[in-house]
Each structure stands twice: as C-alpha cells, then as structure tokens.
C-alpha cells in the first residue's frame, strides 16, 4: 500500500524567512496531495492541493510542488509569521476509489519573532 | 454553517471496554471517513462511509467498526479496548464521495484506555 515519508519532523525558522517541507510517495497510482496545518488542539484544516496534472500551486504565501517521476512534492511557506507555527502534514491519494488519505508524520514548525 | 462535529469531546475508558463514538457531518455532506491519530503521528485512514454504504477500510482489526446512518451521521465503535487504543480519532465530511471535494475534519474525540 501507500506510504508517505516527510522531513523534517521539526523545523524552526526566523520570521519573515522561508519554510520548506518535503514529503515522498510511494505507490505511483497516487494523483492528489492535500497538505493540512493541524495547530495545537484544533482540527487539521486543508491549506492547500495538487493534483497530478500539475506541477505546481500557489496561494499567496503557500506554494506546493509535485514532482511524480520522483514521486516527492513539497510545501513552500514564504514571509512566515508567528500565526504560521503549528504541525504540518502531507497525505496522497487517489482521486477515484476510496477516499483513503495517507498521511505523513508531520513537520512541526516553529517561526522564532 | 455548523461545522463537523464529534461527540463526546473526551473519553477515558477501561481496558476490554467497548466505546462508540460519534460524527455528525456538515449540512449536505454524503461522505464520513474516520482517522486514528496518535499522538506525534499523522492521521490514519479507518474507514470511509458514503450514501451509507462502507466505501474503504484500513489496516484495522475487527474490533473496530462503523455505520452511517439515513441523516449522514456516522458512529465509529471499538470493541475490547487496548492501551494502543488511546488516541484522537477525527471524523471528516465531504460533500460527495470524491476526493475532488474538501475534506472538513471535525474537533476529535480524545480517548484514553487505562
């Protein structure tokens, strides 16, 4: 079946600087990587996805890439802020069939004022 | 709107217990999958109902198991509770049974097995 790898598991950064996180895939049937912002005691809620068709998303300061003959796709956070602290994860899947997300470990980032 | 919203918020059981939880989706939304997520991992995929008919299952054993019912709400059951067992366990609903729609994840259950 599926699985997700993501690094790093922590990453603290400057505000204002650049945050990145990679994740890899391994079943090439996957077509659509959500990345959810889960902060502390709350919900995981969708920030941004791709899918397969697609090499790249933007949305303001979120930008995720997808590369699928590498199968990695990564999350790039620009001009980070405080409010950008909280656990990151990954997930693929395929957009038919069941609605199965598999899930990376998760990044926790922290922006340092 | 309300969003997805689990019941109870927490849950401290014994051991061999059994425990039902439970997953009211967003007004409109067909599709509840539940997810497993211990602490310091990502979620896992449980199971995933749609139209109240089981679509996909995961790597789970049979003591757990779900229903949907006519108004879309969704109970998830563990039997025989273990200490592995202690978890959040987040419901998700979607409108359809596509993952072309957002998944909206609901506050958690927090269960701990003593």
């Not at chain 1, 895939?25 to 889960?38: E, G, M, T, V």
């Not at chain 1, 809620?45 to 590498?70: F, H, M, P, W, Y």
């Not at chain 2, 008919?53 to 006519?70: T, V, W, Y």
């Amino acid at each position: 079946g599926e699985n997700v790898e993501q690094h790093p598991s922590t990453l603290s950064v400057q505000e204002g600087d650049s945050a990145v996180i990679k994740c890899t895939y391994s079943d090439s049937a996957s077509n659509y990587f959500p990345w959810y912002k889960q902060e502390l005691g709350k919900r995981p809620q969708l920030i941004i996805d791709i899918r397969s068709n697609v090499g790249e998303k933007k949305d303001q300061r979120i930008a995720v890439t997808l590369n699928k003959t590498a199968k990695h796709f990564s999350l790039h956070i620009t001009e980070t802020q405080p409010e950008d602290s909280a656990v990151y994860f990954c997930a693929a899947s395929m957009i038919q069939g069941a609605q199965k997300l598999v899930f990376g470990q998760g990044t926790r980032l922290t922006i340092n004022p | 709107d309300a969003g997805v919203t689990q019941s109870p918020t927490h849950l401290i059981k014994t051991r061999g217990q059994q425990v039902t939880l439970r997953c009211s989706p967003i007004s409109g939304h067909k599709s509840v999958s539940w997810y497993q997520q211990v602490l310091g991992q990502g979620p896992q995929f449980i199971f995933q109902y749609y139209e109240k008919e089981e679509r996909g299952r995961g790597n789970f054993p049979d003591r757990f198991s779900a229903r949907q019912f006519p108004n879309y709400s969704s109970e998830l059951n563990v039997n025989a509770l273990l200490l592995g067992d202690s978890a959040l366990y987040l419901c998700a609903s979607r409108r359809t049974g596509s993952l072309n729609t957002e998944a909206f994840f609901g506050q958690g259950t927090r269960l701990t097995v003593v």
